[in-house]
């Protein structure tokens, strides 16, 4: 399938070491599809469900034990433990290769080992990066599939050139002790062993797209980032694009593909989707930055998704899905936790036994039929949003960058910066927060820097400098905003309806772009008054939206307070701006 030496010589040598009994080399095509699955049904590996209710869709249980990522067993590999920096686990090489060798010599014994070349990004776009990845798992290979664009014409593409990412993948015993998630960024090279689950396996996602490339993306210019892009269509019918930074499971998804309520909706206002996770952002010959989502799919939470939340990927999955640990029901269809219509009487639950929903476990507590971290697995074109420009090699143009987290209380629902290296501050301190009505107390929260923190591939202080660098060499930098759904009120409920009344929030920022509306100047930075969010068709009390909107200030000084304890962490590489930041606003807030 190629004559590429440089991969040719390296797949030999991983299948010496993993010793497979067969080698497949993966063109992409459907019949490769239909045959990997006819295998998988046979063994188990994959569930064939209701085919009238369910075309093309299949399912998938995980092993019990691997269910998420697993970022206590993820590594970035340097010489220099300094240039993994202090948010990461960190190994030599050697230490590396030597444990990693051990797990995966002979893991492939009994198995088929899959090849697949892969492009993160349009084929052939000059933002594009191409990786190999080698699995022995089906389930990987079927995922891998709709993830990224995969099969033969890649190869065509890379020809002779050894620029590609080495992505080595096994299985093996699936045993957590055994499990490793290792980067070599100078090596250009990816060992994942032990898991065969999202972020640790589809290796194209985290791995590749935010571990790699960032690393990448600070020596050739330009920036990875755990970001959703979407457009916004105004009553004009022109379309800015914004991206934003939420850490996992804080709404990306849900976000990116909203639907306008109903007032704006009257007012023209149309969603374009382009992509929900990743975004690969570059300075183009305009000094605009341009972005491209290097996915090809979607891979997204179940639990909470219905067709009042997020209707797009309701309709979406649909149709030639992989559903994994969700609830399987008689029918051959599937159900989760907050998903549409009743729970079934009863099903079969992620771990694969009897279920229903009355069953508690010893304490009493529901036991729940879908695993909180179940998924779905689906092609970018099934989405009813999907942006005409997701093949563009050149992507779209940034006006907006947006960070969040849930955070109970503190942080207000919308504030602007007031310029770039005051937004890079505010993305490099952002948090997210446990709320009381998970934990009992309010305030636990954990820093998620860009929510970067288990996915930069460097060293943090170098991340943050490269953030303000690539500020100054924008002749037009996007404005840097910070939102926040999931304020919540005495008694644990959120302020905000959230989900497509979003969108009230995201015309605000988009009009402060374009200097149309009004802000009021705090000491963190502008915020809307109530009167300039359009709040037609909401019925919110002034009040609710007077306190979403506020500020408080001995909250804020505690919160300044933690925030100047985060960058002490970073260390030497902290950029002495982001340190000036925080003093000046100590200053606003009265902290000194
Ligand atoms: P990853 O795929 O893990 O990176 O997550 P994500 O950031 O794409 O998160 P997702 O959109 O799947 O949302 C996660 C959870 O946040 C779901 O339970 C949603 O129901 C909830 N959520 C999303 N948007 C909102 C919102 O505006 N308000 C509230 N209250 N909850 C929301
Ligand atoms: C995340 O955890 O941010 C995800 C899911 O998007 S995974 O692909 O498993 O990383
Ligand atoms: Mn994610």
Redesign the pocket.
């Known amino acids: 399938m190629t004559k590429n030496k440089a991969v040719l010589e390296w797949v030999n040598e991983m299948a010496k070491l993993c010793k497979p009994d067969h080698v497949h080399w993966c063109d992409g095509s459907l019949e490769e599809k239909n045959q990997l699955e006819e295998e998988a049904f046979k063994t188990g590996e994959l569930i064939k469900l209701n085919q009238e209710k369910l075309p093309g869709c299949v399912f998938h249980r995980t092993a019990i034990n691997d269910v998420?990522?697993t970022e206590d067993l993820t590594f970035i590999c340097t010489p220099y433990q300094e240039d993994a920096g202090p948010t990461n686990n960190w190994m030599t090489p050697e230490d590396a290769y030597a444990k990693a060798g051990a797990i995966f010599d002979g893991s492939m014994k009994g198995r088929t080992m899959y090849v697949m070349p892969f492009s993160m990004g349009p084929i052939g776009s000059p933002f594009s990066k191409i990786g190999v990845q080698l699995t022995d798992s089906i389930y990987v290979v079927l995922n891998m599939r709709i993830m990224t664009r995969m099969g033969k014409t890649v190869f065509d593409h890379l020809g002779e050139n050894e620029d590609f990412t080495k992505c080595l993948h096994s299985k093996a015993d699936l045993d957590v002790k055994r499990r490793l998630i290792l980067h070599f960024p100078e090596e250009n090279t990816i060992w994942s062993v032990g898991s065969g689950y999202?972020?640790n396996a589809?290796l194209g996602?985290?791995c590749l797209s935010l571990r790699i490339a960032s690393y990448m993306a600070r020596q050739e210019g330009w920036l990875a980032e755990?970001m959703l892009i979407m457009g916004v269509e105004d009553p004009t019918g022109y379309i800015e694009y914004i991206a934003a930074a939420f850490p996992?499971a804080c709404g990306k998804t849900n976000l990116a593909m909203l639907i306008p309520p109903e007032g704006l909706k009257r007012k023209g206002y149309r969603i374009w989707t382009v992509g929900d996770?990743i975004a690969w952002m570059r300075i183009d010959s305009d000094g605009r930055l341009w972005a491209i989502n290097p996915e090809n799919g979607f891979?997204g939470v179940a639990p909470g998704t219905n067709s009042k939340t997020n209707p797009n990927a309701v309709e979406m999955v649909k149709k030639d899905t992989i559903y994994t640990n969700v609830v399987l029901k008689p029918d051959g269809t599937v159900w989760w936790e907050g998903g549409d219509g009743q729970a079934p009487e009863e099903g079969i639950d992620w771990q694969g036994r009897p279920w229903k929903p009355s069953l508690v476990d010893e304490k009493g507590e529901p036991i729940k039929g879908a695993h909180p971290n179940s998924r779905f697995t689906v092609p970018i074109m099934n989405c009813p949003t999907i942006s005409n420009r997701v093949e563009y090699h050149h992507g779209v143009p940034i006006t907006a960058i947006i960070f969040g987290g849930k955070r109970a209380q503190v942080a207000p629902l919308v504030y602007e910066s007031f310029n770039w290296q005051h937004g890079v501050y505010v993305g490099a301190t952002m948090a997210s927060e446990r709320t009381a009505a998970q934990f009992g107390t309010f305030g636990e929260i954990r820093r998620d820097p860009m929510a970067m923190l288990p996915f930069c591939g460097y060293n943090i202080g170098d991340y943050f400098r490269h953030w303000l660098e690539m500020g100054k060499r924008m002749q037009k930098p996007p404005k840097i905003f910070h939102v926040n759904w999931f304020r919540l009120d005495e008694k644990d409920k959120f302020l905000w309806p959230g989900y497509g009344e979003n969108l009230r929030v995201i015309e605000w920022i988009i009009e402060r772009c374009k200097g149309n509306r009004e802000a009021v100047e705090t000491p963190i930075g502008y915020l809307p008054q109530p009167a300039s969010l359009d709040m037609t068709g909401l019925d919110l009390s002034p009040e609710t939206l007077e306190a979403v909107l506020s500020v408080n200030i001995p909250q804020w000084q505690e919160e300044v307070k933690s925030q100047g304890e985060f960058l002490d962490t970073i260390g030497s590489r902290l950029p002495v701006e982001l340190r000036q930041e925080y003093e000046a606003l100590a200053g606003r807030i009265g902290l000194q």
Do not use: I, P, V, W
């Open positions: 998420a990522r999202g972020g589809l996602k985290k755990h996992s996770d891979f």
